[in-house]
Antibody
Framework: EVQLVESGGGLVQPGGSLRLSCAASGYIFNNYSMNWVRQAPGKGLEWVSYISYGSSLIYYADSVRGRFTISRDDAENSLYLQMNSLRAEDTAVYYC??????????WGQGTLVTVSS | SYELTQPPSVSVSPGQTPRITCSGDALPKQYAYWYQQKPGQAPVLVIFKDTERPSGIPERFSGSSSGTTVTLTISGVQAEDEADYYCQSADNSGTSLVFGGGTKLTVL
């Protein structure tokens, strides 16, 4: 069974940093591309970033490019999102999502990030 | 930036057949995906590659595509189908993924 467990969320001040992690299990992690998707309270889904298997391709949404960095550690079966220069509008539940070879996403349960003073 | 457009809400009675549309200029080139999200839960894939249904998803869920519009149809909707539905696709270059704004399906 595929399991994706996000961690690292919490309360951070504007301008601060946070690193999210996603622990994957139940499948061969290094065979799959991964994404981060977020959802602000009461709002819709917003794609944040993508990393291919092998880390050769990395993409970001315009709203986070230059502030967020996606990475993965295949030896640890883990996906990461380093978030710097955080803003109030980055407040959201952050989901990691496995890209099932173009057949859609499998999702974790999410971790809440709150940016507030 | 690229956008996908969905109606904000659709209301139907049990047994009816709601159709939720999603429009975007790149949809003739890029596949569309549909996700169902219930309150407090993570999204669940219900349709992939425009028309394919994952295992475990009821047959009443179907997808179709015509030009710049894709459609999610729920034939004989049930109360348990009440949820938010999001379409997802990519821009023409395939380097930016995008979600539609979501459609709240209410089963009265």
């Amino acid at each position: 069974e595929v399991q994706l467990v996000e961690s690292g969320g919490g309360l951070v001040q504007p301008g601060g940093s946070l690193r999210l992690s996603c622990a994957a299990s139940g499948y061969i992690f290094n065979n799959y591309s991964m994404n981060w998707v977020r959802q602000a309270p009461g709002k819709g889904l917003e794609w944040v970033s993508y990393i291919s298997y092998g880390s050769s391709l990395i993409y970001y949404a315009d709203s986070v490019r230059g502030r967020f960095t996606i990475s993965r550690d295949d030896a640890e079966n883990s996906l990461y999102l380093q978030m710097n220069s955080l803003r109030a509008e980055d407040t959201a539940v952050y989901y990691c999502a496995r890209d099932h070879h173009g057949s859609g996403f499998d999702w974790g349960q999410g971790t809440l990030v709150t940016v507030s003073s | 930036s690229y956008e996908l457009t969905q109606p904000p809400s659709v209301s139907v009675s049990p047994g009816q057949t709601p159709r939720i549309t999603c429009s975007g200029d790149a949809l003739p080139k890029q596949y569309a995906y549909w996700y169902q999200q219930k309150p407090g839960q993570a999204p669940v894939l219900v349709i992939f590659k425009d028309t394919e249904r994952p295992s475990g998803i009821p047959e009443r869920f179907s997808g179709s595509s015509s030009g710049t519009t894709v459609t999610l149809t729920i034939s004989g909707v049930q109360a348990e189908d009440e949820a938010d539905y999001y379409c997802q696709s990519a821009d023409n270059s395939g380097t930016s993924l995008v979600f539609g704004g979501g459609t709240k399906l209410t089963v009265l």
